[in-house]
């Protein structure tokens, strides 16, 4: 087994145990949520099946795909979603790993109209502006296109109506992501329901991105 292939099936037992994880998490449901890897040096990723139990995949049932859309290895059918890893990746050439979610607080927020805000540290400095993408139904191109025009710039991106979309450099990077989105939103909904969330003050905010990135 040459280098090459150990290291790729080492990114398909990170996307198993990224959505075991999510999955545990609370953050989807049993066949909800999908998540992929880029493979370095290729047009092609790694993403997981349709309608299956996301709690317990095995490298097995993963699909690998071309940044084209052409199924080019594996048995299963392919999540719906692949239109939108497709336009993320081509707009992204920096990011190596997509997980999406179905955060119920994060999305609770944004369907009354709530934005994520600097109320904590997570969410001032690791996270940073976190845009919402109009609703388009899932699996489509139309939500592709609307995923790629916001998701420049940002590491955080939150589907109207639907989830929420971290990414990331690696799968670690990606799976961070989504979970502090849940973390900073379930402590500025407690602080909604008990009065009004203190922000960071916004000259600590720059500063703070500074030093978060040298630690």
């Not at 995949?57 to 692949?82: A, C, Q, Y």
């Not at 899932?138 to 979309?165: C, F, M, R, S, Y």
């Amino acid at each position: 087994m040459n280098e090459e292939h150990i290291v790729e099936e080492e990114i398909k037992v990170d996307i198993c145990r990224t959505m075991a994880t999510i999955y545990r998490r609370g953050l989807i449901s049993a066949t909800g949520g999908n998540v992929s890897a880029r493979i370095l040096g290729t047009n092609e990723f790694w993403i997981t099946p349709h309608a299956i139990f996301k709690g317990e995949l095995l490298t097995s049932d993963l699909v690998r795909i071309s940044l084209e859309g052409n199924i080019l290895e594996g048995s299963k059918k392919p999540s719906i979603e692949v239109p939108m890893h497709r336009a993320i990746y081509k707009k992204r050439p920096d990011v190596n790993a997509i997980v999406h979610a179905h955060n119920p607080v994060t999305l609770g927020l944004a369907l009354i109209g709530i934005e994520i805000q600097p109320v904590t540290v997570e969410a001032a400095f690791a996270l940073g502006k976190v845009p919402v993408a109009n609703f388009a139904l899932p699996g489509t191109d139309e939500l592709g296109n609307a995923v790629a025009e916001h998701i420049v710039g940002v590491k955080a991106l939150i589907l109207q109506n639907h989830g929420v979309v971290g990414v990331g450099s690696n799968l670690m990077e990606a799976e961070a992501i989504v979970e502090k989105l849940e973390e900073v939103s379930t402590a500025q909904w407690v602080a909604c329901g008990l009065g009004k969330p203190l922000r960071i003050p916004r000259k600590y905010i720059e500063r703070g991105k500074k030093l978060y990135q040298a630690s």
